[in-house]
């Protein structure tokens, strides 16, 4: 059985920072891409970052360029999200996801097919 748990997520004033993680079990994801999106209350969920299978191109949405950092280790099957400089607009619950199709970086949730529950950030001003 295929899972993902995020750990890492909690509330930081503005301006702080939080390491999120994503420890994947059931498969070896390390052909994969690997995502992570954000929902906060009342709105759409939004994608964050993408991290292709070697860590070799990452993609950020533009709110987060220059503050977060995601990173994988592919021996741990975790992948990363160091966010520095958090804003209250950050605020929002957390999801890691893996892509369907090997090799395939995406910033579509449809091409994403395994989620974890999600971590909650909250970012006080």
């Known amino acids: 059985q295929v899972q993902l748990v995020e750990s890492g997520g909690g509330l930081v004033q503005a301006g702080g920072s939080l390491r999120l993680s994503c420890a994947a079990s059931?498969?070896?994801?390390?052909?994969?891409?690997m995502g992570w999106f954000r929902q906060a209350l009342g709105k759409e969920r939004e994608f964050v970052a993408a991290?292709?299978?070697?860590?070799?191109?990452?993609d950020y949405a533009d709110s987060v360029k220059g503050r977060f950092i995601s990173s994988r280790d592919n021996a741990k099957n975790t992948v990363y999200l160091q966010m520095n400089s958090l804003k209250p607009e950050d605020t929002a619950v957390y999801y890691c996801?893996?892509?369907?199709?090997?090799?395939?970086?995406?910033?579509?949730?449809?091409?994403?097919?395994?989620w974890g529950q999600g971590t909650q950030v909250t970012v006080s001003s």
């Open positions: 996801a893996v892509a369907a199709v090997r090799y395939y970086l995406s910033r579509r949730e449809a091409n994403y097919n395994y």
């Open positions: 059931g498969r070896t994801f390390s052909s994969y891409a």
């Open positions: 991290i292709s299978w070697n860590g070799g191109s990452i």
